[in-house]
């Protein structure tokens, strides 16, 4: 495996439903975000994680809990949602080193569908 | 706070035709990187480029050129010759640096739809 891979592709829950979301990076890199795009809305980022530490936390409502047991995996844990958060989730990595801003690499995304 | 406007939603061009996207972006930091994404329809994004706020050099990658502007706070993107593949949202991105990790903000996007 290369890059950053997402798993599943596609979910279906239920709003009393539990899951969650894996994603993997094969970089190296010491970050790891999650993002969630919806329609007609920008990126939102949701957390970020500096060496499975996590730094940011931008109000995101407690139904989602993320987990980063070590540098190369992180989690999206799922309870509850709501409709609202269906979405495409995009999980990310990148190097952090000094001042500099380096790029961040996608992975594919989990489609979800809350019904 | 910063802020990234990608004021086109959508661009329809012909194959061959060269196509500019453009990118104004907002912030009070000296320091800062800007970044432009691809989206293709299978939903991932891809990096293409990364420039510095201190690196005002034009950039040719091939087909894609970039222009940054200190002056007009801008970093547009022009692809030329466009190909079908090309189709796709190209996101611009504002990264700045901010205790110990760095986040992007992300304009809304430009859908890029080229047909034969």
């Known amino acids: 495996e290369t890059g950053v891979t997402q798993t599943p592709r596609h979910l279906v829950m239920g709003m009393t439903n539990k899951k969650s979301l894996k994603c993997e990076q094969h970089?190296?890199?010491?970050?790891m975000y999650w993002y969630k795009q919806s329609a007609k809305k920008p990126l939102e980022l949701m957390f970020v994680y500096n060496f499975k530490e996590q730094t940011e936390n931008n109000s995101v409502p407690s139904r989602f809990s993320p987990e980063c047991p070590n540098s190369s995996h992180l989690f999206l844990h799922l309870h509850t949602l709501q409709p609202e958060d269906s979405a495409l989730y995009l999980c990310?990595?990148?190097?952090?080193?000094?001042?500099?801003?380096?790029?961040?690499?996608f992975g594919p995304g989990t489609r979800l569908t809350v019904t | 706070a910063q802020k990234v406007t990608q004021a086109q939603t959508e661009i329809s061009v012909v194959e061959k035709e060269d196509v500019t996207l453009d990118c104004v972006y907002e912030?009070?930091?000296?320091?800062?990187?800007l970044f432009w994404y691809k989206q293709p329809p299978s939903g991932e994004l891809v990096f293409l480029i990364r420039?510095?706020?201190?690196?005002?050099q034009n950039e040719i990658s091939g087909r894609y050129s970039w222009n940054f502007q200190k002056s007009t706070s801008s970093f547009n993107f022009t692809i030329t010759a466009s190909q079908v593949v090309d189709s796709a949202v190209y996101f611009c991105a504002l990264s700045v640096r901010n205790s110990g990790y760095s986040t992007l903000t992300f304009g809304k996007g430009t859908m890029l739809l080229v047909s034969p």
């Open positions: 990310a990595s990148s190097q952090i080193r000094g001042s500099i801003s380096y790029e961040q690499y």
């Open positions: 420039r510095n706020s201190f690196d005002e």
């Open positions: 912030t009070r930091d000296t320091t800062y990187y």
């Open positions: 970089l190296g890199h010491n970050a």
